[in-house]
């Protein structure tokens, strides 16, 4: 496996076990995240699990900090052979309750914050024949009510890399993306939104998962070393999508019946 690894959002959750699972190859990792608090805990525990790296802090919605990120790594990696655009926040709401600002945050960091990643990191893994690995949501792909924001932001992670895939091919750059349903994970730190009641039932969810961020993070190297390009890793998770290419209205109208129950929850 390669062995130079930048990941954004590294600081906890998904994207510090997605570093703890490439250390333990042995490989060298840029650690990027505006939390450097959490940095200098993953970078701690990376060391300790057999790899070593650097740290830097970066917000993925300023391209000029990704850049200079990408110099730090061509600096102090001699270059890069993976990139994991994983930073991510959480934000829910009914469409009608959801502002523009919610609107144009989510979207800065989910989906933007990938694309600003992918174009500053492009010409290094040109030259390293990389991967690029993209962390979208099952949100992406199964559109569930009162998180309009949050899904768009990540099926637009999906169509990127669909793009990337066709575009990158000939170039040999390998492109992935993540598609993780509910998971043990600090997510909701970062939440936004105009109803409590929404984060509550979204923290049940995430507590209740029986995979924890770990777990997802063994899958994820498991399927890249393979070349699949779609890694969804909840087993429920693939049979939702097979279910909404099967049958899509089936999908549609049990996700306006999940709509009209939380409406009247959150009354």
Known sequence: MQNRIMITGAGSGL???????WAREGSRLALADVNEAGLAETLKLVREAG????????DVRDYSQLTALAQACEEKLGGIDVIVNNAGVASGGFFEDLSLEDWDWQISINLMGV????KAFLPLLERSKGKIINIASMAA???????????VAKAGVVALSESLLAELRQREVGVHV??????????????????????EQTSKLLESSPISAADIAEYIYQEVAKGAFMILPHELGRAAWQLKRQNPQALYDEMATMAEKMRAKSR
Do not use: H, W
């Open 178 to 199: 993540v598609c993780p349903s509910f998971f043990q994970t600090n997510l909701l730190d970062s939440y936004r939104g105009p109803n409590p009641e929404m984060k």
């Open 115 to 118: 694309v600003k990643g992918c």
């Open 141 to 151: 792909l199964m559109q569930g009510p009162a998180m309009a924001n949050y899904n």
């Open 51 to 58: 790899g070593d790296g650097f740290t830097q802090r970066c």
């Open 15 to 21: 994207g510090r076990e997605i570093a703890l699972r």
